[in-house]
């Protein structure tokens, strides 16, 4: 092969990767938009939450602290209905909280003073987010509002994101030249300046964005089911305790608890044995439960807050109470500090530990899997994890701006403005393999990819068609 064939053949390539990097940003433009404005609103959803909540979410602090049954008892009081778990106050100046299904069939979060039991506000329960408006949020982020095709949207949105910060690196690279791509910028107006930023911004955090991308594709429901699967065969995601001749349930944890570490969400929760015939659960006092499978009596609830605090949870956890006949107490914490995570299954009519896990008891991979989640949701290192993140997001919100900007600049009248068609045959080949490379780590992303693919080759044999009319 010729130099001169060499360097048409790298300038093709060029062409089509630019194409595709210009279709796929187009493409996946108002996802990322939709990523970064509600992840850098989640971000600081305690500290909004604890700002627009600020007479709810906290107290003078006091000693002596109520017992559980108390505070939920005043909180029964004022809104009646059926209890459904207790978080006890993470902190001496916080308020408890207490979720209860009501007659009308919503659920909602009551806060209770736990020096007095003073019920301080209500709220309709927004489960981890903390609040209703943060609960919006977090469907935003997630398109769970649009259902599972939001789900598998937000999924190839996020694998495209990887994809276009390693194109977009490679259409940053020089070509022929011994000087890097632009590292500041240098253009003063115009088109060349709305260039300039989009490279320095995307050169600068590519590698936040892809670390933003992999972490939160846990949650999605290809990418992360198959990780979660494959952690689990190779011993390195969830421990084996669940089926160590415990009776199991169709429950998942996350049915159950808010907040549960992500690699045990999809795990079933160990159901409560029956009592043997003729053995009346209320009759002893190791009784866990009352006649009435969705009721708990007080002393129950606070025999079951001392044993779960005896095993060293930490501040923070929430206790959801049994639901049904084979319901269980669980208490799971998830804090910043991933290392204290836990989750405790009691059996609810004899108080025994059915299942006891925190972090240490992970696989490597459910370990990374739960720093990644971590650092991802702000919560590692404070304030410092926070503002990289913010800052994180807002890069995207001005690559999206800046890609948007350029597009509308160079498109011409009535066109979209497309990268035209390469016409070295060689170029669809590459991109084919790229894309069942990219298929075998990001099945969604892999599909669409072969799918543009397709309307490339089909563009192509148009426009030889056009050439030789």
């Given at each position: 092969m010729t130099q001169e064939t060499n360097r048409t053949a790298?300038?093709?390539?060029?062409?089509?990767?630019?194409?595709?990097?210009?279709?796929?940003?187009?493409i996946v433009l108002p996802f990322v938009l939709i990523l970064s404005v509600t992840g850098g609103i989640y971000l600081f959803k305690d500290e909004i939450n604890n700002t627009a909540h600020h007479q709810m979410?906290?107290?003078?602090?006091?000693?002596?602290?109520?017992?559980?049954?108390?505070?939920?008892?005043?909180?029964?009081?004022?809104?009646?209905?059926?209890?459904?778990?207790?978080?006890?106050?993470?902190?001496?100046?916080?308020?408890?909280?207490?979720?209860?299904?009501?007659?009308?069939?919503?659920?909602?979060?009551?806060?209770?003073?736990?020096?007095?039991?003073?019920?301080?506000?209500?709220?309709?329960?927004?489960?981890?987010?903390?609040?209703?408006?943060?609960?919006?949020?977090?469907?935003?982020?997630?398109?769970?509002?649009?259902?599972?095709?939001?789900?598998?949207l937000i999924e190839a949105a996020a694998g495209w994101m990887i994809l276009l910060v390693a194109s977009g690196i490679y259409l940053w690279l020089p070509r022929g030249r011994?000087?890097?791509?632009?590292?500041?910028?240098?253009?003063?107006?115009?088109?060349?300046w709305w260039r300039d930023l989009h490279a320095v911004t995307g050169i600068y955090t590519g590698v936040f964005i892809v670390f933003l991308a992999l972490t939160g594709l846990p949650w999605s429901g290809v990418w992360g089911a198959k990780f979660y699967d494959t952690a689990y065969d190779l011993g390195l995601g969830m421990p084996d305790g669940y089926w160590s001749g415990l009776p199991l349930s169709s429950v998942p944890t996350e049915a159950v608890v808010d907040r549960a570490p992500w690699i045990m969400e999809r795990q079933p929760i160990p159901a409560s044995p029956l009592p043997?015939?003729?053995?009346?659960a209320g009759h002893t006092a190791a009784a866990m439960a009352s006649d009435q499978p969705d009721l708990v009596a007080p002393q129950v609830l606070d025999a079951v807050v001392a044993t779960v605090e005896g095993l060293g949870i930490v501040p923070g956890y929430a206790l959801s109470l049994p639901s049904g006949p084979t319901g269980v107490f669980t208490a799971s914490v998830y804090p910043d500090?991933?290392?204290?995570?836990?989750?405790?299954?009691?059996?609810?009519?004899?108080?025994?530990?059915?299942?006891?896990?925190?972090?240490?008891?992970?696989?490597?991979?459910?370990?990374?899997?739960?720093?990644?989640?971590?650092?991802?949701?702000?919560?590692?290192?404070?304030?410092?994890?926070?503002?990289?993140?913010?800052?994180?997001?807002?890069?995207?919100?001005?690559?999206?701006?800046?890609?948007?900007?350029?597009?509308?600049?160079r498109r011409p009248s009535g066109a979209l403005g497309i990268p035209s068609v390469p016409t070295d045959w060689r170029i669809p080949r590459t991109l084919l393999v790229m894309a069942i490379a990219a298929g075998i780590f990001f099945p969604l992303v892999g599909l669409s990819m072969l799918l543009l693919a397709v309307i490339e080759v089909a563009a192509h044999l148009i426009a030889r068609r056009r050439s030789f009319a």
């Open positions: 790298t300038a093709a390539l060029y062409r089509a990767v630019w194409r595709w990097h210009f279709i796929a940003g187009l979410r906290f107290v003078e602090p006091r000693t002596d602290a109520l017992s559980a049954s108390q505070i939920t008892a005043a909180a029964l009081a004022a809104h009646p209905g059926t209890l459904r778990a207790y978080s006890p106050a993470p902190a001496p100046d916080r308020s408890a909280e207490v979720d209860i299904t009501g007659e009308d069939g919503l659920r909602n979060t009551v806060y209770v003073d736990p020096y007095d039991a003073r019920v301080l506000g209500t709220l309709w329960d927004g489960g981890a987010a903390g609040s209703p408006a943060m609960h919006v949020v977090r469907k935003l982020h997630s398109l769970e509002y649009v259902g599972w095709f939001g789900n598998r011994k000087t890097v791509g632009t590292l500041r910028i240098k253009a003063t107006r115009g088109r060349p043997a015939a003729g053995e009346h500090d991933i290392s204290f995570e836990r989750t405790i299954h009691l059996d609810r009519y004899t108080g025994a530990v059915l299942y006891d896990a925190g972090f240490e008891d992970l696989g490597a991979l459910g370990r990374f899997a739960e720093w990644g989640i971590s650092v991802h949701m702000g919560q590692e290192w404070g304030l410092a994890n926070q503002i990289v993140l913010l800052l994180a997001c807002l890069a995207m919100v001005m690559l999206c701006v800046s890609a948007a900007t350029m597009w509308w600049k």
